[in-house]
Nanobody, 128 residues
Framework: QMQLMESGGGSVQAGGSLRLSCTAS??????????MGWFRQAPGKGREAVAT???????SYADSVKGRFTISRDIDNNILSLQLTTLKPEDTGVYYC????????????????????WGQGTQVTVSS
């Protein structure tokens, strides 16, 4: 069972930046070989994909965050990160990191139903 824990959320004004981190348990041996992603859920809305990365380091982004958010992975320390810049009020929500169960994963689709392991989430609030 892969365990994930997010950190780095907070409250910022529009135009500001945040960096989110997601740490996987040290016992996780396949961190570098899984597809992983960041998802978010705004108040009163469904969960949506933000960004994903596959085992080759190939990334995918939702259109709403392209050019503003960057996903990255530190495979030495089992940390998945999301750099958020030029934040907008509509970026407000709970941000979750997730991982697919498949090892040697190259299909990091922007589809939350494909992801098995989830963190507890971290709140991001952007004020205008």
């Amino acid at each position: 069972q892969m365990q994930l824990m997010e950190s780095g959320g907070g409250s910022v004004q529009a135009g500001g930046s945040l960096r989110l981190s997601c740490t996987a348990s040290k016992e996780e041996l396949y961190f570098a070989r899984r597809c992983m992603g960041w998802f978010r859920q705004a108040p009163g809305k469904g969960r949506e994909a933000v960004a994903t990365v596959n085992m080759d380091g190939n990334t995918s982004y939702a259109d709403s965050v392209k050019g503003r958010f960057t996903i990255s992975r530190d495979i030495d320390n089992n940390i998945l990160s999301l750099q958020l810049t030029t934040l907008k009020p509509e970026d407000t929500g709970v941000y979750y990191c997730a991982a697919r169960a498949i090892v040697h994963c190259r299909n990091s689709y922007l589809d939350d139903s494909l992801y098995k392991y989830w963190g507890q989430g971290t709140q991001v609030t952007v004020s205008s």
